[in-house]
C-alpha cells in the first residue's frame, strides 16, 4: 500500500463547478500535511498547508482528519486557472530526519468552459 | 528575491555516464532536498542536506549522492546512468530543518534524458 493514496482521477468539471479532491495516508507518525499544485513540466507549488483545524484561502478549502488520517481539499467557483495536478503531501519527521516529503501520485484537474 | 534555482535546465547524457546537477536554495534557507519525478509520478525523496550534513535519504542506490556547500547551495551525482534515471530532478529549500510545518519550495528542476 502507498503511503499516500490519492483520488486517481483525471476530473473533468466545468468551470465554476466546486470538485473536492480527497487523500489518505498510512503513517500515523505523519506531521505536516499540505497541498501542492503542479502545472505541466513545471515544478509543484506550495497551494496549502493543512491544519487540524481546517484553513481556507479564498476559494480552496483543506481539512486534516487525523483521527482517520484523511485530508482533503475543496474548490469552490473553479476557474479555467486551476487546471493542473494537485499533489497530497506529507511529512514526518523522525529523530534526526526531517525534510522528506511524501507525495501522493496527484490528480490532474481540467476546468473547461 | 530570486526563489530556487537549478542548473542545467535540460541534460541528455548517455547509459554508463555521470552526471551532476545544481541548486542553490532560497537566500537564508539553510535546508536543501532533492526529489526525482519520473512521468505520471509524485516526486520521490532522495535526500536532504542541513547545515552541510546529511540528514535524510530515500531509497536510491549508491550511485546516486549529493552534498551541500558552505553557502548552502548542493550538488546531486548520480553515476553510471541507466535508462531509468531519466527523470525530472526537483531541488527543494527550506528556512529551518526543526519546527512543525516543514514548506518546502521547489526549483525549476532538471530534466534529465538517459539515451
Known amino acids: 500500500r502507498k503511503e499516500v493514496e490519492q483520488d486517481p482521477g483525471p476530473f473533468n468539471v466545468p468551470e465554476g463547478a466546486t470538485v473536492a479532491f480527497n487523500c489518505t495516508y498510512s503513517n500515523s507518525a505523519s506531521q505536516s500535511f499540505f497541498w501542492y499544485r503542479q502545472d505541466c513540466r513545471k515544478e509543484p507549488k506550495l497551494l496549502m498547508s493543512v491544519y487540524s483545524s481546517g484553513n481556507e484561502d479564498g476559494r480552496f478549502t483543506a481539512q486534516l482528519n487525523r483521527a482517520s488520517q484523511y485530508i482533503s481539499l475543496l474548490i469552490r467557483d473553479s476557474k479555467l486557472s486551476d487546471s493542473a495536478t494537485y499533489l497530497c503531501?506529507?511529512?514526518?519527521?523522525?529523530?534526526?530526519?526531517?525534510?522528506?516529503?511524501?507525495f501522493g501520485k496527484g490528480t490532474k484537474l481540467s476546468v473547461k468552459p | 528575491d530570486a526563489g530556487v534555482t537549478q542548473s542545467p535546465t535540460h541534460l541528455i547524457k548517455t547509459r554508463g555516464q555521470q552526471v551532476t546537477l545544481r541548486c542553490s536554495p532560497i537566500?537564508?534557507?539553510?535546508?536543501v532536498s532533492w526529489y526525482q519525478q519520473v512521468l505520471g509520478q509524485g516526486p520521490q525523496f532522495i535526500f536532504q542536506?542541513?547545515?552541510?550534513?546529511?540528514?535524510g535519504r530515500g531509497n536510491f542506490p549508491d550511485r546516486f549522492s549529493a552534498r551541500q556547500f558552505p553557502n548552502y547551495s548542493s550538488e546531486l551525482n548520480v553515476n553510471a546512468l541507466l535508462l531509468g534515471d531519466s527523470a525530472l530532478y526537483l531541488c527543494?529549500?527550506?528556512?529551518?530543518?526543526?519546527?512543525?510545518?516543514?514548506?518546502?519550495?521547489f526549483g525549476p528542476g532538471t530534466r534529465l534524458t538517459v539515451t
Open positions: 537566500s537564508g534557507h539553510k535546508s
Open positions: 542536506y542541513y547545515e552541510k550534513e546529511e540528514r
Open positions: 527543494a529549500s527550506s528556512l529551518t530543518r526543526t519546527g512543525f510545518i516543514h514548506e518546502q519550495y
Open positions: 503531501v506529507v511529512n514526518r519527521d523522525y529523530g534526526g530526519s526531517q525534510g522528506n516529503l511524501i
